[in-house]
Structure formats: structure tokens, C-alpha cells
């Protein structure tokens, strides 16, 4: 069909929203302008799968792949990515395709934040009151000068920079105020290898006293997940808080996709916006949450990966994705947050937080500050689970660091019926060893609807100690359940049956999926070992602290994720969950110099060990394609309790 | 006449130019508009009467105010600010309304220009070219990183200032020149008291080496005229030169009709457009004579008085003109020339001068600069005669400087016939003393039209020196002379006879033109003496040398201003012209980063003198409302010489 510049309505439930698009329209962009959240992990390549939706009513041009089956071609699913508009339309999402907003956040388990320690609370944004005399013939030099006069007096301040947006409204604030006036001061950066810095910027003068009102705003921005909070300067306080699904998702769901949609013409542009357009929403909610007026938050600080900070600068990530993998630059200077489309008064900057190398970026970097690894003499081990898995070892004299690409499996990408952790995602899973009979929790108490990253570890690590699959992750053929069966996709388990999910379909953990989860957890445990050997250390023994940060790490159980050779194998107490480690550390700078510019040292402390094409790294990850490793000395706790849960087993059998 | 929104044609003669406006437009924001320069000294309020134009056809709606006379209305003159447009309309500008480009600038008398010393050639722009090594998987740094290291290792330089608009094009450039770029840094100040510079910052990156194409621009932002230099950064040399009128001479001729225009709404943006254009053009013509290609000039260097620098820089500057008369600021923050509208790329910062106060600009200090007197230990009288005339006496140790408002007369202002120093104004200026004939000399022997400033000097010198006037500024009334007679404004001078003019009028001096002179003069003088006896020293005789800038000032007669008592009694060979001095520093710090740093220092330096309500001032100022002096001592060799002539004259008259 040709496109033409016929308009057509199209109407999305459950969110029940129309949009009026022009025939000839993409379908998943339809639902993109319309602000209807549709996975789609590919970038809409079509090969993921995952933005199938329903076609209630009308007609749209569409190929199907092998993602579809031809049942569900015939059902009226199609995939979003791979359809045009052709009449007006009533498309249903699907609980499966959904991104639901409700549970992006979630308690982690016993998270202990606050871990840095030794910084004096000092922000870097600073507000001064002043009240100058008048000009008079003899005595009128400009009025900057008079304010620097007096800042120099009442403060003892001088050799300050002066935005030149200050010193526009300066003769009109000065007057206005009678003479009295409030100074917002910044500091952006001490000078090399001293703890000096340089001299502070004004960036904001109002009339009166204002310094009561004193904000300032930190940020996560994940490639998932969009984190914000509202700070109040003056007490140290989080006043606010918001999260919401960075609007890129639809165009991605993982860097690579989203750095390929970058080389499209335009792509680069609509993912900032995107991303711009998701923080502009969450600063929205924090002031409607605080009643706090926009105009006195004063900076932005702010943490994310390299290639969603480079997104966000408008710089493009094509090098990061392309060997040698090079960002733009480690660090950036502050740049104004209305430049970039933060709807911000135009005073306030943001920092963004310095990356280490293309895949250790200024997450990583402010949740090691935040976490104080930094300030210790004790060696710690640093990880941040995730597609991209990040880890640093290292204490107050060095830190190194690795990133191991695990792929998406850990949330819920390239698994059968993974998913999102939201409402409905299996989450905890016990066996009865007997009957092989599962019992299942979910997020939020939902019926069941997918599995989630936290949910397949203790899947994986329940399987394994029941005996239904072996340390090769493969399935006991022998077993007598009507669970274990022959799927499309070789062996599967049977989680729950189609009438107790709500997609109306068995929920299975296959071998393709266990599959997944080895190669994840083996890229993590072999980045690890590389790591800990790379800095001459022979055994993870040696870590006295391992800080798991990341919205995803929270939820894991420690216990099973050794199990099943995620995590090494140390005692339980020696493991400490931070929560969203780059949101902590984009916090405590708020309110600390000292802190931010020990992002600055840290950042150029962390010694990157490029993994990807590193030998001892391929050993290592081959070797730990095993539950928990093909090594069982590795792992002598597990090895243990397998051999106790084994002859257990061998017993009951006998028993029986 | 209600204005409507109908459209009318308007033909401007001689220039040729057409423009469509609105019925009800007024005429003199029409002639702005079509880039027709009309005089309107007053800034369209209708009291100078100097933007008369002749309605040849058509039809406006006008009121007469007195400086139109009876007769001139009746001939169809009307002044263009009084006047709206009723139908389409055919006017004629008469030649003494309006302002010639042809001959706004001229060679001066004996300039010698460079007279500051033991400066270095090292621009603060500088061009730097690295060849870097590829990144490889071994050497992933980010691509700031390999820039920084490579400038570290050729050149030594470390704790570069990146801009983001760099960062933003880094990745980019480095592949296109594979590797091999050229750098340009910029130094923007030096710590204080210090020689120390801050960290240069990198303005721009280019693939290749293009350090051959290394070039600035130099600006002089004058009421009346703007001056621009390119320079030639490898060379030191100027490669091309321009001058036109500041485009905001339509809307007034001196500042504080200007700072009024600023008032009404809108009124800012209007003038900061105004001599933005004038900017670009200038640029332009720039462009166009050196054949340079825009996108290698780095930086522009602008000197101009407080008030011009605050309207370029967006800056109201209303309280420029109110008592106690203070400006926002002296020092100005380097800003992005295009965010001013200036048409250059994005990378070039705009440096302006340092002022000292409302009324001693940063066209004074770049003035000082540039001739070097704040180096030197010899004591120095700088001056820049003008409708606001500025003073500096000092040395290497101290400099003191005021301002006086000497009003128009310089530039022909306030003068019956006064004009502005283009083709056809009288200069030159001698009388036969036996039968009182003029011998008239015109700029560009062009029939006489008015008298410029120099020559308003020159003829009232010679009126004195023949005793055609006393040395209280009166026409002595007993000569036998038919030039002599009494006008409409007392007693007169003709200095040509309406059919020798190009105006088709007498050409005449009148008393009150003297007074005008007289006062301006007398400001100029008394302004010297305040300041030398402010600083304790007694007399003028102590200036080793004095310095007169600007343009004005270069075309006057050095022993004929002493005669009037403009000058001080000096030998004429300590007197040094030097043309334009504001564009003489900007081209200077241009060249040399020790002269840049020495403007902050000059600046900082300089003591300003408020003379407006100083009692000193005002009695030397009435002293000197005489010719030359009512205290004959302080021009000893003008005593002489008007003795000398008196005597002569006794003796002629005794013989006749």
C-alpha cells in the first residue's frame, strides 16, 4: 500500500488512549507519540518479539517473523514494530507487552545506604545574603563591583566568576531587592591533585533573603529506569523522589540497540528527547510532591551509564559501540540543563558524573563514591548486576574495574517468558522435593505473567538442589512429573499451568533459559576472576565487603545466587545490597564538595581491564558455563550442601 | 489620522532605495529601516532639527516644531521624526542631513601609532597541531583523554579548559583528520595580581593542520562609528580594515539620547540590533577585501565606551545616566559572539575592554594600552576629544582619569552649520587681516556644506587671532566687513556665500556657535585641571608628552587648540596624535596576551574622578569659558602671540 496522507485514528487499551496519525504510520511509533509504553527490546528490528499487540479493530499492513507463531497470526496479534496503519484502529496491548509504571520501584532487601563516610555536609551550591550601601556620587563604582565588595566583606569571598546571566539582571536585582540580595554560588571543580577549588561561579542573584529555599536535584539515568530526587540543601534531606521507565525503552532496551538507533538519521535527536522528556516528567512530579517552586532548584546532579550520558549531552555513542569502544571523554564540564531541553530555570547546570571507559560509566563511578569504596582501607567488591554487569575491586589505594556483558537475561531478556520485575513476575520459587511440585510468589501478589531476573536465579538454584537439572543445567530426563516435558525449545519445567497466569498460557523455564542464565552469571563470575587475578590477587576470599548496587541486585537472594555461581562464594554477612548506588552517590554530592570531587579522583583512579577480547577471560567464562563452576573448589560451600541435598535424595529414592 | 494597515511605498532619493511600510509609519524609522542614514542627533524627539527631508510627492502627516522654520515648511521640507507616512511618498534627503560613508574615515595628521612597548608577539589565541596515535583495544582512552595526552606530550601543556561544543565534535573530527588535528586554545585571563595565566580553554578543533589560517578581529564600537581590523595572527599584521557608522545613530547622536531610546519598550533590543548590524557588515566587507574564510577567525577583541559595550552586551543601561551614574560592571565575562547575533561561528568568544566608570569606557583603557602610557615612568596627559571628552594623567605607577561632557560642538553638534567630518565640511580656515576675507579649505574639496569640530577650532582661532572676535568669544561689531552682520542668533561670521555652498545658504559662525565651542572647550580644560591638581600636582607643565586619540582629535591643529585654550601650553612637540587608540589596544591584546592581561591591571588602576558635582571643577570650568583663559598664565605663549597680533594690528590701524 502506498503511503498517503490519509490521517487515521488509532485507540490503545487498556490505557485508552487515541492518537491521529497519518496511514502509512509504524504502529509501535503511533503508540511512541501516543506515550503508550509497548516493550520493545529490539529497537524495532523485529526480532525480539516483545511488542505484540492485538488488533481489535481495522486493518494494518504487516509482516510477520518467526517471532509470531501463525496461531497467534491468526488470533490478530501482530508485532507492533513490523505494522503499518492502514485504517483506523483499536489496538489492545497485552499484559506481556506492557511496561507497567506501578512497581518500577520497589523496596530492595535490607539495603544500608549511607555508606560513605567522613565527609563534612557542605554543598557545593552555596547561598549568600548580602545587604550593600547604596551608590552615592562618591562612592558609585559598578554595581558588581559593589557586590563583590560586599560578598568579600560579610563572607571574606573573593576572585568569583561571574555568569554573564547574573550580571544581566544585576542592576534590576539590586534595586528591587533594596539592596539586599541573596547569591547562589557554585563550585564545579577543584584544581589537579589538590583538594583547592577553583573559584566559585555565581550562578543566581534574587532580591531579599531567600536562602531559606535552597534545592537542588539528583538523577539515575538507567538505560531501564529514569531515578530522580529533590534535595533540600539546607537540611540534607531528600524531600521527593520519582522514578519512571526512560522513554527510550521503546526504541531499545539495551545500549547497543539504542546506540544502533543513533546512526538513523534523526535517531540520535529523538533519543534525547526521549530521555530529556522522561527527567522533565519526573522533575514535574517531584515539585508537584514538594510544593516546591522551580525556581530556586539551583543544579542537577546527575549519574548514568557512558552511553546515556553521551545521549543525553547529544553526543553520539557510535564509538562506544565499535571496537576499540572509546567514549567521547571521561569527564564533561557542567553544561546548563536548559540546553539540553531540561525545562530548569536557564542558571542551573548539570554535572554529570565522570565515566572510566565505554561500559564503566558514571553509574559506576557514583556508586563507588557513594559507597565509599573509595575511603577504605578494607578491599571490597563492587557489582552492579545487569545486562551490562559492572565490577570494581579495589580500597582507598587502588580500584579496578571490568564490565562483562551478560546479556539481557537478568531482566528477563532472551527467556522464554522473562520479563520486567513488575507486578505479576515470578519472583520467589520453592520445590517440594517430593512431588517436584513448585511453589510460586510474584511481584506484588499478581498472577503469574512472566519470570523475572531475581525470580529465574531462584528458579535455576531451586531446580538444581531439587535434582531436576544437573550442575550442567540440562534436565533429569528420569523424573517423574508431568512439570518436566518436551517444549519447543528442548526440555522444559512447567512453572504454572495456563488457567493461573494471566496470559492464558503455561508459564515454562526452558533449557534455552537456563542456558541464558549460565552465560550471564558466567560472564559476571569469570569478570570476577579476571578482575580479582588481572591485580594479582589469586581468590575472591580476600574481599572483606561485597556491595551489590543496582535496582536488580536488591532483590537477589544471596544464598541462591551462590548457589547457582552468581556471586562468590563467601560468608552471607560480608555481602551489603545499596540500592540504586548511582542515585546515592548523584545524592551525596549534592551535598558534599568533598564528595563530588572525590568522583572526580575516583574516576581517574579506576584502572579499566578491557574483558572483551581477553583470553584468561574466555577460560574463565567457559569454565564457569557450570553450576555453580566447573571448578567445584571455587564454590565449596555449594559443593556441600549439593553433595548433602544429593544424598538426601539418594536416600529418599532408597526409601522409597 | 488613524494608522491603518495599509501599505505604502516610499522612495528614498539620492539613495535610490525603496521600502514598503504601513501607512501611519513614521518616516524616520522608515528611512532606518530601508538602511537610508538620516541624521537625527536627537534620537527622533524633534528637537535638533538636523533630519530634515524634502517631501518631493506624496503626502505626510507632520508636525512643525521651531526647528523647522515657516519658510521651510512651505518649501516641503518636513523633519522626518515629526512626519508619518500618509501616502506613497518620494523624498528627497537633503545633503546636510545626511551622513556620508565616503569619508568616515581619513588619514589623520602625523599618527604614530604603536606606542606601546617591550610587549611580546604571542596572541591569546594560539593554534596548536597533534598528530595522536589510534585508540587500539590496549589503548581504549576516551577521546578527550588521547587529546589532552598528545597536547601534553608535544607541547607541554596540561589542565586544558575543553568547551562542549568541542566535546561534542571531538569524535568526529579526530577520524576525519585521522588523527591529526589542529587545536585552538584561547587564554581568557590571568589569575589576579599575578602574571599567572588561568587554564587555557579549547575553543575549537579542526581535522588537519590549519595553523597557516590563524586570524582575529579587532572592533572599535564608537557612538558615531564602528571600526574593524582583521588580523592576521601568524603575521601580527592587519590584513583589512573597515569603518562604517554605528547603525544606532538613527536613534540618537550621543550616548545618553541613546540610554533614553533604551527606556522605551523594546528600545534596547532595537539599538543592540542596530550596531550588531553595523558589526556584520563591517565583518563582512572584512571578509570580502581579504578573502578570508569566516571559519578561521578564533576571536574578536572589541573596545567601545561603557555605554555602547553595555547595549552590545544586552545590558540596559539606564542607570549609566542616572545620578550616581553607575554602570553594571567593568569587567565583562568573554561571551560567545553569536549568541549577540554577531555572524561568526559558533567557537568565537567576544572579549570586551574593561571600563573604569560610566563615563571612562573600555575605549580609554584599550586607548592607554595601546599607547603604552601605563608602562612608561615618563608622567603622560592622554586625551580623546569628543561629545564626551575623557582625560587620563599618569604613569607606570598610577593613573587617574574623568570624564567631562563637553556637549556636541566637537562634532559639529549644537553648531549652526555643524556637520560631522565628511566631504564638504569646512577644516581648513585663514582671514586676510587687512580685509577680513576667509581663505576655506573643505574635507574632499568639496563645495562647503558646514563645519566639522576641526574646523569650528580653526576658524575661531583665526577670528581671534584677527581680532574679529574678543577673548570673550563677542563679535567686535566696529569692523568694516559685510561678513560680519547680525542673524537670527546674534552676531554672525559668513564664512561663504550661499551660491559657493552646496546648501544653497550663507555659511555662518555665530555668537552662540563660540559659546558653544567655548563651553565645550572649557569643559576640556577645566576637566585637565581638576584632575592635575586632584593628583597634587600644580600645573600642566609637568606632562612630558601628551597623547590625543581618537579621530576627532587627530585632525585638529595642535598650536590652534592651544590658541583657543583647548590644549594645554605646551611645546607642540610633546603632543602625539594616534589616531583611533581603542581600536589601537584591541588590536594589540590581539597580538600580545601580556597587553590583554594589562588591560584588567589598567582598568583596576585607574582612579576615576566624578566631575559632575565636583565645586573644583565647576569654578575652573567658569575660568575657562574664555580665550583662551581668564588666567592669562596658563597660556603664556598665546598671551604672547595675541599680544603680538594686537600690536600689529595698533600699528596697522595707526598707519591706515
Not at 490478530?76 to 499484559?95: E, K
Not at 513448585?438 to 528458579?459: Q, Y
Not at 548457589?563 to 554477612?573: E, N
Request: aromatic fraction near 6%; charged fraction near 25%; glycine fraction near 10%.
Amino acid at each position: 500500500m502506498a503511503k498517503n496522507l490519509v490521517r487515521r485514528k488509532v485507540h490503545f487499551s487498556p490505557d485508552n488512549v487515541d492518537i491521529v496519525v497519518e496511514a502509512g504510520t509504524n504502529l509501535l511509533e503511533a503508540a511512541i507519540d501516543a506515550g503508550v509504553h509497548i516493550n520493545a527490546s529490539c529497537g524495532g528490528a523485529g526480532v525480539c518479539g516483545t511488542c505484540k499487540v492485538l488488533i481489535e479493530k481495522g486493518e494494518v499492513e504487516s509482516t510477520r517473523t518467526e517471532k509470531l507463531s501463525e496461531e497467534e497470526y491468526k488470533q490478530g496479534l501482530r508485532q507492533a514494530c513490523q505494522s503499518r496503519v492502514v485504517t483506523d484502529l483499536t489496538v489492545y496491548v497485552p499484559a506481556e507487552s506492557r511496561l507497567e509504571k506501578a512497581v518500577v520501584s520497589r523496596e530492595g532487601k535490607k539495603v544500608s545506604e549511607v555508606l560513605a563516610t567522613g565527609w563534612r555536609f557542605k554543598p557545593p551550591l552555596n547561598k549568600l545574603f548580602v545587604e550593600l550601601p547604596p551608590p552615592t556620587l562618591e562612592d558609585n563604582i559598578s554595581d558588581l563591583s559593589r557586590l563583590f565588595k560586599g560578598i568579600k566583606q560579610r563572607y571574606n569571598l573573593s576572585n568569583l566568576w561571574m555568569d554573564f546571566g547574573v550580571v544581566k539582571n544585576l542592576a534590576k536585582v539590586l534595586r528591587k531587592g533594596d539592596w539586599k540580595i541573596t547569591v547562589t554560588t557554585l563550585v564545579t571543580a577543584a584544581k589537579p591533585r589538590t583538594k583547592e577549588w577553583r573559584r566559585p561561579r555565581v550562578i543566581n542573584i534574587e532580591p531579599g533573603d531567600t536562602r531559606e529555599k535552597h534545592y537542588s536535584l539528583a538523577f539515575d539515568i538507567g538505560t531501564t529506569t529514569v531515578c530522580g530526587q529533590l534535595l533540600d540543601l539546607n537540611r540534607g534531606k531528600i524531600i521527593a523522589e520519582s522514578i519512571d521507565y526512560n522513554g527510550q525503552i521503546s526504541y531499545g532496551a539495551d545500549v547497543i540497540t539504542r546506540i544502533a538507533y543513533c546512526q538513523k538519521p534523526g535517531g540520535l535527536k529523538k533519543l534525547q528527547q526521549a530521555v530529556v522528556a522522561t527527567i522533565n516528567g519526573v522533575i514535574e512530579e517531584l515539585l508537584v510532591q514538594s510544593q516546591v517552586d522551580a525556581k530556586y532548584i539551583g543544579h542537577i546532579m546527575l549519574a548514568g551509564n557512558t552511553t546515556m550520558t553521551q545521549i543525553l549531552l547529544g553526543l553520539d555513542p557510535k564509538y562506544i559501540r565499535l571496537a576499540p569502544y572509546t567514549p567521547v571523554a571521561n569527564f564533561f564540564p557542567p553544561v546548563r540543563a536548559n540546553s539540553l531541553g531540561i525545562k530548569v530555570r536557564k542558571q542551573v547546570y548539570l554535572f554529570t558524573f565522570p565515566a572510566v571507559a565505554s561500559y564503566v560509566g558514571g553509574d559506576i563511578v557514583s556508586g563507588i563514591v557513594g559507597a565509599g569504596v573509595h575511603q577504605r582501607k578494607d578491599l571490597t567488591f563492587f557489582m552492579d548486576i545487569g545486562t551490562n554487569g559492572e565490577i570494581v575491586v579495589g580500597n582507598s589505594d587502588w580500584l579496578a574495574t571490568a564490565s562483562c556483558s551478560a546479556g539481557p537475561a537478568f531482566e528477563g531478556g532472551g527467556i522464554k517468558h522473562g520479563m520486567v520485575a513488575t507486578n505479576g513476575a515470578i519472583e520467589n520459587f520453592d520445590i517440594n522435593p517430593s512431588n517436584l511440585e513448585p511453589e510460586i510468589g510474584t511481584i506484588g501478589g499478581a498472577k503469574p505473567k512472566g519470570i523475572c531476573g531475581s525470580g529465574l536465579i531462584n528458579i535455576v538454584a531451586g531446580l538444581l538442589e531439587a535434582g531436576v537439572i544437573g550442575q550442567n543445567g540440562k534436565f533429569n530426563p528420569d523424573l517423574p512429573s508431568k512439570r518436566i516435558r518436551r517444549g519447543s525449545d528442548g526440555c522444559e519445567y512447567v512453572l504454572c499451568w495456563a488457567p493461573e497466569t494471566q496470559i492464558g498460557k503455561d508459564i515454562v523455564i526452558t533449557e534455552v533459559d537456563i542456558d541464558n542464565l549460565l552465560r550471564a552469571k558466567g560472564a559476571m563470575y569469570a569478570g570476577c576472576q579476571t578482575l580479582t587475578r588481572g591485580v594479582g590477587m589469586s581468590c575472591c576470599a580476600d574481599f572483606e565487603r561485597v556491595i551489590i548496587a543496582g535496582a536488580f541486585g536488591s532483590h537477589i537472594d544471596i544464598e541462591r545466587a551462590i548457589t547457582i555461581g552468581l556471586l562468590p562464594d563467601l560468608p552471607v554477612d560480608r555481602f551489603v545490597f545499596i540500592g540504586n548506588g548511582s542515585l546515592l552517590g548523584a545524592r551525596l554530592t549534592s551535598f558534599s564538595r568533598d564528595l563530588l570531587d572525590d568522583a572526580r579522583r575516583v574516576a581517574n583512579m579506576m584502572t579499566n581491564f578491557e574483558l572483551s577480547e581477553n583470553v584468561d577471560f574466555m577460560n574463565n567464562y567457559v569454565a564457569a558455563l557450570f553450576l555453580p563452576h566447573t571448578n567445584a573448589d571455587e564454590f565449596p560451600s555449594v559443593k556441600k550442601k549439593l553433595d548433602r541435598l544429593s544424598k538426601g535424595k539418594l536416600k529418599r529414592r532408597i526409601t522409597a
